[in-house]
Nanobody, 121 residues
Framework: QVQLVESGGGMVQPGGSLRLSCAAS????????IGWFRQAAGKEREGVSC????????EYADSVKGRFTIFRDKAKNTVYLQMTSLNVEDTATYYC??????????????WGQGTQVTVSS
């Protein structure tokens, strides 16, 4: 069974950048669509971005379009989320998960433990 480990979070000032990693073990990630999600304190989890299995389709939440980029490195069995122009509203714990079909609303599995992103001046 695939296991996901997120990393790359931290504290950054508004306007800064971070690159999150979602590394997999137990299976190759290119057989899955990969989604990034986030949950801020006191709020529900929300979808941030998704990349489908063949990397030909990506999806972004309106709040991050133009600022975040999702991409896959098959050689490293890792999916990344490059985040730029960060603002305080991006503060959250970020998670990645797999989906066997595509960028769907439901059915995500194999959640990682999350990585904290804090944007603060």
């Amino acid at each position: 069974q695939v296991q996901l480990v997120e990393s790359g979070g931290g504290m950054v000032q508004p306007g800064g950048s971070l690159r999150l990693s979602c590394a997999a073990s137990g299976a190759t990630l290119d057989t899955y669509a990969i989604g990034w999600f986030r949950q801020a304190a006191g709020k529900e989890r929300e979808g941030v971005s998704c990349i489908n299995r063949n990397d030909q389709y990506t999806e972004y939440a309106d709040s991050v379009k133009g600022r975040f980029t999702i991409f896959r490195d098959k050689a490293k069995n890792t999916v990344y989320l490059q985040m730029t122009s960060l603002n305080v509203e991006d503060t959250a714990t970020y998670y990645c998960a797999t989906h066997t079909s595509g960028c769907a609303l439901r059915g995500w599995r194999n959640w990682g433990q999350g990585t904290q992103v804090t944007v603060s001046s």
